[in-house]
Each structure stands twice: as structure tokens, then as C-alpha cells.
């Protein structure tokens, strides 16, 4: 597999300079581990030291390090060096032959009455219920389930394992026993959005759950029902977003961060991993509730004066009073 | 799809009031986005000022609440409202089709020495083993997998992506590698148990992990070998219960939460979502163990101090002392 | 199923004391449930009080140990007991007829170009795509996927659910939108490695995502793309790992605990269940931060006061100073 510096040009653009448009490339590499067949990049000018040292054949990027590239050898020059590079895996990607052939596999089970757009990819052991929808262009990877009456968008990409549409965790109590809630809402899902593998995204109560265009997902997530999420937010791995949850647009989740039910999210938030969100969040900000790691040792100490922590503010309250009064005396 | 009003009085019970019986209704829906066709509830006294403004058709009420509830239009008095949603929300999936006949899917590989009971589901892509048994009325939605030996009761609901038997996590240090303990027991479930999807049931080292009658298990849930979980008890997703930890009846477990091995957690227990349980629970109550989520920069100084708690602890303490050598002075 | 207590030592070694090789043995049991059928077990000396009441037939001890069992009936001695006791579980499910015969269940998809060692397990519904390698006597249980390109060692065991080689969650920002960063790496397994039921271990973005020889990954956690796992380093379940962190050999991770990205993981390193590591650990340790459960009447006091740590600690600097300042005036 490989390019040459000007077919990638043709394809993508930029402005190739210092280097012959016929050198092969037969790989995609960082700075630091490129060979002499490698094409590399500069995002971050933070490392532009790297560019002394590169083996690189050519690197991407930004006109600002247009000089100090050159005097090392090819690049090519492009306002937005990262996306550069996302669109040139995407150029990469696209001379491999894809995992299995275009079309419904035939280990998939499609109810008859769901809707499989023609362009759609639908891999091994895929589930397709009655009325679910699949758009245009869009991929189950393999054994994805798209339960009853759901809907996904147009170039979606669901990695093995997902679960869309089961049913919401929801329970009346009555004589100390779980009545069931049968589920009746669905999952509407958003065009281009990416869904991890093993995630699972309940229906809804009533209504939809809703996952916007262009949100992307990573694995192990759990999204109960009627949560909404707003276009263009990202989600990483092991996180949780319980039932009725508005997570604006924009956002940024970290890893393993957790939403209580029926919370507001504002666009434009961004939460630390591991962190507990039990109260809307009305200002955009980074959040953040981790304890800090230490020795085990030194946390057994903390964490015990931790269990009287509202006692040893009573305890400086007090001493404030009676260094107050011992002033006031003299 | 719908019913009339004398339909589901016919069906549930509860006194119809204030409405013509042949009223269709084509919804169930909360009060606030209640349309003319819809019925919806109320449950809690604090929502009763929406019965002014909902568009439902019908309202299910508490007896206390009959008469605001006639005010606006028609209503259904019962001694729990939520209970009643609960089943008519039954009533009305009932009425849909079933996502896969009923029976075995013929892509389901059940093992023959396996007992699947006849008015069981089995949908596509389980997996039922040697020796495990599915009992009656019983519904695997879609690549369930049950392993070898385990049992699973009967009007259970399993969601796709459940994993019911895989081995427990037991190794044996030998010169620094780990030499496999086989786990030899099973998995054994209840009557009416509920397991969300992906969610994952180890079976036992020696004896059997037990789950319990009624116990209700949402998605992504890691349940460890030798567990044991009480009647009725629900656990919200995300959560993982370590080896051997022996969970009560009618326990709440919130998302995201963890409980170490070996413990145990006494009848009636809440725990918070994300909470880790690090020592048995022997009086039922809330239990929390949540870092309070802040504007990172607020963490980040609030972090500082403390991985600094025990010796600010210790200040106080020294300067308790030093004010009180000096009042004594005086 | 049974063994003689002859059989058991012929198979694994060990000294048979007391009691007769032709004794038949039904169970294996801890000391506490052992009956007259039964073998069992000491592995910690703390419990061998548990000598004296066990029914057990015959107990597997260390030399020091022997006397006192002898004093109850049979005993095996061996230096390890309870790496005997792991290798008696072995002999014990060799008894066992395996879940699925060995080979190829038929309703895996395998591709073409993958290459599975004829003394591999492939169990039902796996997916195993173009250019995979599985190594020999590898037993994938079930509805394993194995993406494109990606290698599995021998002798491993993956838990069904597994997911090995999704996408890497990588994505550039362009115009407040998601670029897909195509993920051109792999996955490569060693050898002896076991996979716990629906963990993901996605594939790299340029380079492979590596696990060592003898790591044992517990269920349902996530290991981001670029991740290094070290040899022997085991994980517990729910735990994640995200992009390019690099955990050493021999380390211990425990149930939900979590590891930034890009960090360095010291050889020998433990964490404790449910810690969040921030940074990289360069000393091996065993490392906590964990917020301390409380009734969550006590938590809401300690949480409010945690808010303001750091103006407590201004509050005490303060009074150091002013104290200070009295004393100085005497």
C-alpha cells in the first residue's frame, strides 16, 4: 500500500514544496518514528523541534513553519495541519478493501419490515427489528443491534457490539416489587454519528431518546432513556448519562464521567474523566470532581481527616472566635 | 395503534370518570406534552398544579386527587397511579407486534443438552450452552449468551449483549505469572429478573453466583464471581460488584457505583450512583462517596490542599493547643 | 465427575499423607463448605483454625502446615497450595466436555485471508476479519470479533462479547465539527493472555495497540488505541485505559479505576479499585484516591466543606499568623 507525495496533493490539497511529487510514501508515522518512506505532520508547534530530527519524507504543515520544514526537506503546506491529516488516514484508509462487502451480510437478521438504506453496509450477526431505519452510507461493523422502530442517520459508523434500543431502565414499585415500564419511545440517531463498540443506548420511556448529528461515541458508553444530546458532542469511553439528561451541543465528556438523570448540560461544556455531574450546568466551562491519586498510604490519612472534614471547620470557626476575642481583650 | 378509555378500565381497573368510555386514545404521555388523544398521570402531589394545563385527554389519579382531576376533564382513580402507568404501559406493548416470533430463532445455537423451556424467546444470535436451562416465558432478545450449566428462571427479560456465565477473574500467582483457576460453579437466576444489555453475570470459582427473584439489572453492569444479590434489588448501570460481595434484598444501587469483594450490604441499602463501597454495610441508609464536581480551576486548588488534609489537620490541632496555652495564661 | 485422591496426585504432584489414594473426590470446596467428598484447601495461615472444623476429605497444605492437617485426616502437601489448588481446577474442567467442540463453530464468519492455527477454538458467531491471525489452541468463546489485521497469540482465552480491533476513538476538530482520524494500526495479543466478556481493546491510530504476554483483562473494560500493556499486568473489570498510556509489566489495576492518556505506568505498580490516574508513577507503589463512602447525611456536610479546602487552608495560615504574632507580643 502506498501514495506518492503528488497523488496525495491531487487528493487533498496544500501546496507541496521541496520534494518530488513521485516519492513514494508507504506510511502514515509521527515525527519522532518516521522513516525516509514516512509522511508526518506538525499540529502542535510546541514540537517543532521535532522537525530537526524527523526522518521524515515530507511533513505537513501550518505556512507559519513553512521555513523550518523546508530547511529539513518535502512538506506540504495547509492552513489546518491536524484536519490535513485526518483527511489523509480517510485518502489511506480508502485503498484498503473493506472488512466485508458493501451490502447486508448474509449471518445479518433485517426484519422485513425495517429499512436498510441500498448504500448502507450491514455486517456479520447484525439485528435489524421491524421499522428500524438505516441510512444512506451508514455501517454496522458487526453484530449491532438497531432495536425495534429506531432510526440512524446517513454515514453513521456503529463498531461492533452496540446496542441501540433496548429497553430504559424503568420500574414501578409496588408491594415491594419492580413492575416493569414497558419502553415505548425509540432511539432517534443523527447523521454522521460514530458509536463505539459495546455501547448501548436505551428508547426512550414515551418519547425518543435523541443523539444529534455529528455526535461521536466511544466505546462501553451507557445512555439511558429520553437522554438528548446535542450536535457535535463527544463522548469517551466507560461514561454514563442517566435517564432524561440534556447534554447541549459542543460538549466534550470525558472518559468514565458520569450525568445524573434529568440534568441540563449548557453547549460548549467540557467535563474532566471520572467525574460525577450531579447538578446542571448552566456556563460553559471545564468541570472537574477527581480525587487525587496518592500512595496508599498517604490517602489513608487524608481520607480519614476527610470523614470529619466539616468538623475541622468547626473547629477553625471556632479558633477564629476565640483568637478574635483574646485580640479584642488586649 | 390505541385504545378507548373503556378498554383499559376494562383491562386494569381503576374508576373511569368524566369521560366518555369510546374516547380513543392514541398516546400515553406526561402531563406537560399530553395531547387531546393522549392519557398520562399524575404521580406525584407536587405536579398536581400541571393538571390545570395538560391537553390529556384522561388523567390517572390518586382518589385525592379526583376532584382537580374532574375540574379539567376526565380521569381514572386508583390507589397508585404509577403502578397503574406501569401496566397500562404492558397493556399498550402487548398490543404491538413482538420484535421475532416467538420460540427459537434459527440463528440461535442452543446446545442439545440444553433446557430451553417452550413458551420461551430466544432471539437471534444466543448462545445457550450445555446444561443451562431457560425457563419459562423467559425472553432473550438478541445474542444472549447463557454458559454452560447456568439457570436462568422463569418471566426473566435478558436485553442483547448479555453475558451470563463467562469465567470468573481467578489466577494464582506462580513465579510471577498467573496460572488459571477454573471456575467451576455456575450462574443461577431468578424468577423475573431483568439484565440490561452488555450487561455481564460471572459464574462461580466453586459455588454458583445467585441472583435473586426481582432483581432488576441495568446495561453495562459487571457482576463478579460468587456474587450474591437479594431479592428485588435494583442496580443501575455501569456498576460493578466485586467477588464474592454479597448484596441484600430490596437494595438500590446507583449507577456507576462499586462494591469491593467480600462484603456485605445489609437488606434496604441505597447506594449513590458512582459511590465506591469499601467495607460492608451492615444498617440500611444512603451511602455517598462522590467528589463534588467544581469549575476545574476550583478543583484544581481544592485538590491541592487535599492531598494536604491530614496535615492541616494536624495545624489545627497545634493551634488549639497554642490558643489554649495562651487563655490559661492569662 | 471425580477424581481419586491418587489420580489427583499422579496428575499434579504433591506428598499424600494420611489417607487413602483410592478415596473418591466429588467436589472441590473451600474449608468453611467442604463435605466428606471434598477437597479443599490452605492457603493463608491466618485461616488454618479452619483445619480443625473443615469436613473436608483431604486438605492441600504447605510443610508447615502438615501436621496440624494431618491431625484432621488427609493432606497433600505442596511449597504453593494454592497455585496446586489452581492447577487441581485445571485437571478438574479437562474432565469437563468443552462448551462447543474444537475448530470453527459454523456460524463464525472467518475470513478468507485470515489465518486461524487449526488448533484454535473459534466458538459461535465470532468474526474474524481479512489478515487476523489467532495463534495456536487460542479459544475464542463466543461472538468474539477480531478486526482486520489484528494478531492473538496462543493459548489465549477471549470471554464472549470481546471486541478486538474497533476504531480508535480519534476524530479533528474542523470548523466545530469531527474529522475521522482513520485508525491504520492494529492490535497485537502475546501469548497466554485472557480477555474478560465484552471488553474492547480498539486498534491504533498509526501504531498498534500491544498487550504482552500472561495479561489477564477482566470484563467489560476498555483499552483505548496506542495503549502498551507490560507482561503479566493484570486488569479487574470496568476499568479504562485511555489513548497511548503505557502500563508497565507485572502491574495490578483495580475494578473501575481509570488511567490517563500518554501516561507512564512503573513495573510493579498497584492501583486501587475506582482511583483515577492524572499522572505518570515512575515508583512502584500501590496508589489510591478514592472518596470515602458515608451515610449521605455525613457526606453532604463533607462534600459542602471540601468545596472551600483551599480557603480553609488560607483560614489556617491565618490563624498561624495571628497566633503567632500574639505570642511574639508577650
Known sequence: MGLQLGQIVAALGGCLEGGDPQTPITRIAPLESADAHSISFLHNPRYAAQLAQTQAACVIVAPAMREAALAHGACITTPDPYAYFARLTQLWQAQQPPAWPQGVHPTAVVHPEALVDPSASVGPHCTIERGA???????????????????????????????????????????????????????????????????????????????????????????????????????????????????????????????????????????????MVTRSIHKPDLYTGIFPIQTNAEWEKNAASLKQLSQLRERIKKLEKALNALTEDK
Open 133 to 275: 431505519v438505516v441510512g444512506a452510507q451508514t455501517v454496522l461493523r458487526a453484530r449491532v443491534h438497531i432495536g425495534q422502530g429506531c432510526t440512524i442517520g446517513e454515514r453513521c459508523i456503529l463498531h461492533p457490539g452496540v446496542v441501540i434500543g433496548a429497553d430504559g431502565f424503568g420500574f414501578a414499585k409496588q408491594n415491594g416489587q419492580w413492575q416493569k415500564i414497558e419502553q415505548l419511545g425509540a432511539v432517534v440517531i443523527g447523521d454522521d454519528v460514530e458509536i463505539g463498540a459495546n455501547t448501548c443506548i436505551d428508547r426512550g420511556a414515551l418519547d425518543d431518546t435523541v443523539i444529534a448529528d455529528g455526535v461521536k461515541i466511544d466505546n462501553l458508553v451507557q445512555i439511558a432513556h429520553n437522554v438528548k444530546i446535542g450536535a457535535h458532542t463527544v463522548i469517551a469511553g466507560n461514561t454514563g448519562i442517566a435517564g432524561s439528561a440534556k447534554i447541549g451541543a459542543h460538549c466534550s465528556i470525558g472518559g468514565a464521567a458520569n450525568i445524573l438523570g434529568h440534568l441540563q448540560i449548557a453547549d460548549g461544556t467540557s467535563i474532566s474523566p471520572t467525574s
